[in-house]
């Protein structure tokens, strides 16, 4: 451990000087041989990844061309319709119910409020506003 050294003789300290050395190049040995498993270990897991990444591209390219290859006869049979547009959800549009349609019998001029909740309210809702 380097201490106590002041007992020994020159022949003493070379040979303590041999054994340290000897044990560093051991250590150093055990030291590279695991780092070359695990560079090992890990190029392997990198080509089995990359071995996966390319099955699931030609998959995605398949699922592609699958998916176009539908398309194709459709967009023939309907030349004027934008299969982009029916393929995209359209937005839903709120219902314009008024009071009037409703049989409440009150013919009054609706509230701004109650105008406003016509256009975006259902009309199970709506007689709830008139009570």
Same mark, same amino acid.
């Given at each position: 451990?380097?201490?106590?050294?002041?007992?020994?003789? !020159?022949?003493?300290?070379?040979?303590?000087?041999?054994?340290?050395?000897?044990?560093?190049?051991?250590?150093?040995?055990?030291?590279?041989?695991?780092?070359?498993?695990?560079?090992?270990?890990?190029?392997?897991?990198?080509?089995?990844?990359?071995?996966?990444?390319?099955?699931?591209?030609?998959?995605?390219?398949?699922?592609?061309?699958? !998916?176009?290859?539908?398309?194709?006869?459709?967009?023939?049979?309907?030349?004027?319709?934008?299969?982009?547009? !029916?393929?995209?959800?359209?937005?839903?549009?709120?219902?314009? !119910?008024?009071?009037?349609?409703?049989?409440?019998?009150?013919?009054?001029?609706?509230?701004?409020?109650?105008?406003?909740?016509?256009?975006?309210?259902?009309?199970?809702?709506?007689?709830?506003?008139?009570?």
């Amino acid at each position: 451990m380097g201490e106590d050294l002041d007992s020994l003789n !020159i022949k003493e300290l070379q040979n303590l000087e041999h054994q340290i050395d000897s044990a560093l190049k051991h250590v150093r040995s055990r030291k590279n041989q695991l780092m070359y498993e695990s560079i090992s270990e890990l190029q392997k897991k990198d080509k089995a990844l990359q071995e996966q990444n390319n099955m699931l591209a030609k998959k995605v390219k398949e699922k592609e061309k699958a !998916i176009i290859a539908q398309q194709a006869p459709w967009e023939q049979q309907n030349p004027d319709l934008d299969s982009s547009t !029916i393929l995209r959800p359209q937005p839903m549009q709120p219902l314009n !119910i008024s009071s009037s349609h409703l049989a409440t019998g009150n013919e009054e001029e609706p509230t701004p409020i109650q105008h406003r909740a016509n256009a975006l309210l259902p009309a199970w809702m709506l007689r709830y506003l008139n009570e």
